[in-house]
């Protein structure tokens, strides 16, 4: 797929459209496969800090939609939204944003590949494998009173990003990329005596599916 088509499928009239979060929701969640090399020219010129800005929001709707008891899951993906924004401050600072639009593009990868998570109809008891953003477009579905599911998503932690933890404090204070003051040995990504990890408003951002 060439860049152009990619931007009529989306239906962007020019990559910088991009930096709009309906875009960048769209391209998250487009099914068909993209080439790393078409997925970087769509990213060319884009300011740095709205990438970093597109991903941390995208992540952090993403965990508004995983089901209440799948805490776990959630933890996993807050202390990778945690890393990944420490990561984006470093790339910044080394001012290699291709380095950043690759993990974003490594990201999209896992979120969309199949079988991911083990999903049951509770009302037909039948079992089936879906994509990480599939099941959760049936979680919301869920939450319309369209069916009844249950969710697995020990396979789908297997995404690694150990390497980015030397980067994650780097995120406390984005105004001087990292520089804190005083211990954080408090900070904590998830209250698990009273879990909260979806409310009961949901942002519509307008292109996207998933967010809908």
């Not at 896992?110 to 959760?136: A, H, N, Q, R």
Request: hydrophobic residues 35%; contains cysteine; negative net charge.
């Amino acid at each position: 797929m060439r860049i152009n088509e990619l931007l009529e499928k989306l239906d962007m009239e020019r990559c910088e459209d991009i930096r709009y979060i309906e875009s960048f929701c769209e391209l998250m969640e487009f099914e068909e496969e993209i080439s790393e090399e078409v997925f970087f020219q769509l990213f060319k010129g884009i300011e740095f800090d709205t990438l970093k800005e597109l991903a941390d929001n995208y992540i952090e709707e993403i965990m508004t939609g995983i089901p209440d008891d799948c805490i776990d899951f959630y933890t996993f993906l807050s202390s990778y939204k945690r890393n990944l924004g420490g990561m984006m401050n470093y790339y910044i600072e080394e001012s290699n944003i291709n380095a950043a639009v690759g993990e974003v593009f490594r990201f999209r990868e896992w979120y969309l590949m199949p079988d991911k998570v083990k999903c049951t109809d509770l009302e037909t008891g039948s079992e089936f494998g879906s994509s990480i953003c599939g099941s959760l477009i049936l979680g919301r579905m869920e939450r319309l009173a369209m069916g009844r599911y249950s969710f697995d998503f020990d396979d789908a932690m297997d995404f690694d990003y150990d390497d980015y933890e030397d980067y994650a404090d780097r995120d406390l204070d984005w105004d001087d990329y990292g520089e804190r003051d005083g211990d954080d040995s408090d900070i904590t990504l998830i209250d698990r005596d009273n879990p909260v990890i979806d409310g009961e408003d949901y942002e519509d951002y307008g292109g996207s599916d998933f967010l809908q």
